[in-house]
């Protein structure tokens, strides 16, 4: 695990039907050559991070979270439910994801749903061992993506909640 405390299951890039395909090209979305599920995204990792700074032995609290995540067997199961997602990144949300320095920018991309009962297991154990609560990433695989930033043309969104994937979700494919 990286020192950002990143948690992503890498996967097999999944079989995409052509309506899907359809939309990407209508949309002007690349399709992803890497494919996996987050568990845990970038800011959900900050609240991580400044949690166990905070605490009297952070380098323990880190192993026993690894030891968690390696407890599980991740299995998931694809569905044929596809989500149009749109975001503007507008300084704020740069500001607050600690990366002022890149311009504004508008992303899109389509986000394959899964089942992963194992999140919600995870999650429930992580807030336990930090007593504290965190919004939990709807499980899915970004399988197209686009932005007007050229460095992230190829970035998912970031999808933080389900909140957050109702507020960038414009329509199911």
């Known amino acids: ?11 097999k890039k999944p079989e995409v039907p052509e309506r899907i395909y359809a939309e990407a090209k209508a949309n002007g979305l690349h399709e992803k050559t890497e494919c996996h599920i987050s568990v845990i995204v970038e800011k959900t990792a900050r609240i991580l991070r400044e949690k166990i700074a905070q605490l009297e032995n952070p380098e323990e609290m880190k192993e026993k979270i690894i030891t968690l995540f390696n407890s599980f067997g991740w299995e998931y199961k694809l569905t044929d439910t596809y989500s149009l997602q749109e975001k503007f990144y507008s300084a704020k949300n740069l500001a607050d994801a600690g990366i002022a320095e890149e ?9 394959q749903i899964v089942e992963l009962p194992d999140m919600e297991k995870f999650y429930k154990e992580l807030q336990a061992f930090l007593n504290i609560q965190l919004d939990i990433p709807p499980p899915h695989i970004t399988v197209f993506a686009w932005s007007d930033y050229l460095l992230k043309a190829t970035r998912g969104i970031g999808i933080y909640s389900q ?9 199911y494919i």
């Open 1 to 11: 695990m990286p020192e950002k405390f990143y948690f992503v299951l890498p996967i």
């Open 163 to 171: 909140t957050d994937f109702d507020a960038n979700h414009k329509k």
């Open 103 to 111: 311009p504004e920018h508008n992303r899109k991309s389509i986000a």
